[in-house]
């Protein structure tokens, strides 16, 4: 049984460290220590949560922050970052309008329905943003290193 439970932790080495405007977007669980995501939870064996609070973003916040690392011991590191308000679900619109004011261009995915985002885009940006459009909870912004190519893009 303990051969079975050691094949289910993901056996990856981490992606490649991406910081955009001082946060960590992708690393190791180091990289995410270093940058002072510590509140760390195991929400199932094969995840490790680290969160860091009042962060600033933009020249706005502060926001809830977190990486998803993969592995039991977030060995395999984490591939985005994820910023939220606790209260006010408008918040990070904060954000979108000062990557709008900087010529970040943006488009829609999806229809109308769950899961719909809004991503914005700047040639040459190592990463690109990405704000729920349709929630359930806490609406969340995304940052996404330009490599990552399993996250959906409009």
């Not at 669980?29 to 064996?45: E, L």
């Not at 006010?88 to 985002?117: F, H, M, P």
């Not at 943003?129 to 912004?141: A, F, I, N, P, T």
């Amino acid at each position: 049984m303990l051969l079975l439970l050691a094949g289910c932790s993901p056996d990856r080495p981490p992606p490649a460290t991406v910081r955009y405007a001082g946060l960590p977007v992708s690393g190791s669980v180091g990289d995410a220590r270093r940058a002072g995501f510590t509140d760390c939870v195991q929400p199932d064996w094969g995840r490790l949560r680290c969160r860091r609070h009042d962060v600033r973003f933009e020249g706005a916040g502060p926001y809830e922050a977190a990486v998803d690392l993969v592995g039991h011991d977030g060995g395999g590191g984490f591939d985005q970052l994820t910023l939220w308000h606790a209260d006010d679900q408008y918040a990070v619109y904060k954000i979108t309008d000062a990557l709008e004011k900087q010529g970040w261009q943006n488009c829609s995915t999806g229809d109308g329905e769950r899961g719909d985002q809004i991503v914005y885009t700047r040639k040459g940006a190592p990463v690109r943003v990405s704000m729920d459009l349709s929630y359930w909870g806490k609406r969340r912004l995304r940052l996404i290193p330009a490599w990552n190519t399993k996250e959906r893009r409009c």
